[in-house]
């Protein structure tokens, strides 16, 4: 069931990363997508769970709405690279569970549901909704019920706009902290996959809308930071959070906005996603070869953990600016992938084939922990990453 593969050429034989394409492909391939499509999908009730154990059976908990999404992305993308398994099936599964489960009344997705899908917080979320987007764009690409998709998702975005955009810029999320950028990324990511595949100039709109609002208010113009949490006029938040910052964050972020400003010949952009990376490598220990979970604002050391999550996102962001960079340019951030990489496996070494770590300790070990469905995106587009360089 291994994903096929392309023959290298002679330069891509010389790269750094020669070999780990293939390495992660057939590991996606053999072990993770096999197991979690028979382990991880709720035959009986519907959807995902949200993790497994160390012998591959899964927790039974409550399931939140952006898990279901990422899940079923996760399979488009299995489409997306070759996967010879029943991908189609399983992202229909996902999305069928999304709204037997999930959508409300109001055609907006809740947050929480019981084991057995009933309602448990209906709040609707701004981050659950662009996962919701996002998995639609996902089906849409992988030409599972397209056109379908493609309107539902013009009626959704509108919905977002008129109910969470914010007058002073950005849109506001629910909860106790409105103003937030952890909840405009996915909605970014969706917006633009939505763009390259359904010509409404809205999803454009969407997508300059997002990455200006980033690059004015969400970055600190003088450190080039980006926040977790924001006042009412997108002002950093003085809630003891502004005191850290998070290194996966601005490498996530960083491939959005170079993403954005490509599409928009913007050489400023250019430069303030390319700022966004040696941000998130102030953050990766050296010593160690580990993206750690957070990091000073002073960039002295905060934390001691370093999770699976932003292991995937230094690489992927390196892989991005690799493509775009100049020859010298370019070989400095595939040196910084391999480096990535060879972080990254440490985690997917565990005895059952097909989990992971999702957080290492400071002595080296990791946590004893069910592997979360969470970083499963991640993973799946650490591959299609590797793939494109």
Not at 205 to 210: G, Q, S
């Amino acid at each position: 069931m291994a994903l096929p593969q392309e023959q290298p050429s002679s330069d891509e034989a010389e790269s750094p990363l020669n070999g780990w394409c293939g390495k992660y492909a057939d590991w996606l391939a053999n072990s993770v997508l096999p197991l979690w499509w028979e382990a991880g999908a709720d035959r009986k009730g519907g959807g995902w769970y949200e993790r497994l154990g160390p012998d591959g059976k899964p927790k039974i908990e409550p399931r939140r709405a952006h898990i279901q999404a990422r899940q079923s992305c996760v399979f488009a993308i299995a489409g997306e690279l070759g996967w010879n398994g029943p991908w189609r099936e399983a992202v229909r599964h996902g999305l069928s569970f999304l709204d037997t489960a999930f959508l409300r009344p109001d055609g907006f997705y809740r947050r929480l549901v019981s084991p057995d899908g009933k309602p448990e917080v209906d709040e609707a979320t701004l981050y659950d909704q662009a996962f919701v987007l996002l998995a639609w764009a996902g089906a849409a690409k992988a030409g599972i019920l397209a056109a379908d998709m493609r309107v539902r998702a013009r009626i959704l975005r509108e919905k977002i706009e008129a109910a969470m955009r914010y007058e002073k810029g950005g849109f506001k999320e629910f909860g106790a902290y409105p103003f937030q950028s952890k909840s405009h990324a996915p909605l970014m990511d969706a917006a633009l996959a939505w763009r390259e595949i359904d010509d409404t100039p809205e999803w454009n709109r969407l997508a300059d809308d997002i990455g200006t609002h980033c690059i004015t208010r969400l970055i600190d113009p003088d450190t080039m930071m980006l926040y977790d949490y924001y006042d009412e006029n997108w002002k950093v938040l003085h809630d003891g959070s502004e005191s850290t910052i998070h290194p996966g964050r601005h490498f996530l972020w960083s491939q959005l906005i170079i993403h954005w400003a490509n599409l928009r010949n913007d050489e400023n952009a250019k430069a303030m996603a390319q700022r966004l990376f040696e941000v998130g490598a102030q953050g990766v220990s050296e010593e160690r070869n580990l993206t750690f979970d957070r990091y000073g604002a002073d960039f002295n050391k905060v934390c001691d953990t370093a999770r699976l999550w932003p292991q995937t996102e230094r690489l992927r962001a390196a892989l991005t600016f690799a493509k775009t960079a100049d020859e010298l340019f370019a070989m400095f951030y595939l040196e910084n992938a391999k480096s990535a990489a060879e972080s990254l496996w440490r985690y997917l070494e565990p005895a059952k084939p097909g989990l992971w770590h999702d957080r290492m300790l400071a002595d080296g070990g990791f946590a004893d922990e069910y592997a979360p469905a969470t970083a499963l995106h991640h993973l799946a587009r650490v591959v299609v990453s590797l793939r494109s360089v």
